[in-house]
């Protein structure tokens, strides 16, 4: 082995060395270029609309519909009074309880609440009714809902079922 080779072999390893050594800082500069890209684009949740229709009120027979409970967390119910609206929220925990027509009540899968088909509980943890949304009729004839305007029925206090807007008569 001569000095001439040895000393290229150091000079390939410094070379070598180098190469990583720059490739790690450009990684890592490159890492955190898009981390900071990340923070201006943050993620948001896109909420549904609070007040929408759901139609007319011939579309709907006695009886729970569930067609909007996936979209707008609703159910529209119809009996002899008139239609009303349900906020699909458990009073207990808030979770979503599910129709069951078979035995004509609502179930909260999360503690068991039990519902009948006006929303009032009778069975489990669940301390009230469930809420109800505004209901009116639009210019158009059709039943426009607005989630963000609740009647409520506390135990104790008066019930705001039978007020103007949380039903609709037909």
């Known amino acids: 082995m001569s000095r001439a080779n040895t000393d290229?072999?150091?000079e390939r390893r410094l070379i070598r060395r180098r190469k990583f050594a720059f490739a790690s800082i450009f990684a890592f500069l490159t890492a955190?270029?898009?981390?900071?890209?990340r923070f201006f684009f943050p993620r948001t949740l896109f909420e549904p609309k609070t007040s929408f229709k759901v139609g007319y009120p011939t579309d709907f027979g006695f009886g729970v519909d569930t067609r909007f409970q996936q979209k707008y967390r609703i159910w529209v119910?119809?009996?002899a009074e008139g239609i009303f609206v349900i906020s699909a929220i458990c009073t207990h925990l808030g979770c979503t309880p599910d129709w069951v027509e078979s035995e004509q009540k609502f179930k909260c899968p999360c503690?068991?609440?039990?519902?009948?088909s006006e929303g009032r509980n009778f069975e489990g943890p669940a301390p009230?009714?469930?809420d109800r949304a505004h209901v009116e009729l639009a210019p158009d004839g059709q039943i426009l809902v607005d989630v963000?305007?609740?009647?409520?029925?506390?135990?104790?206090?008066?019930?705001?079922f039978r007020e103007d807007g949380s039903y609709l008569p037909v």
């Open 148 to 160: 963000s305007r609740i009647y409520k029925c506390p135990p104790g206090a008066p019930c705001e």
């Open 77 to 79: 119910v119809r009996n």
């Open 128 to 130: 009230r009714p469930m």
């Open 8 to 10: 290229e072999k150091s």
């Open 111 to 116: 503690h068991g609440s039990g519902y009948d």
């Open 32 to 37: 955190n270029f898009f981390m900071t890209l």
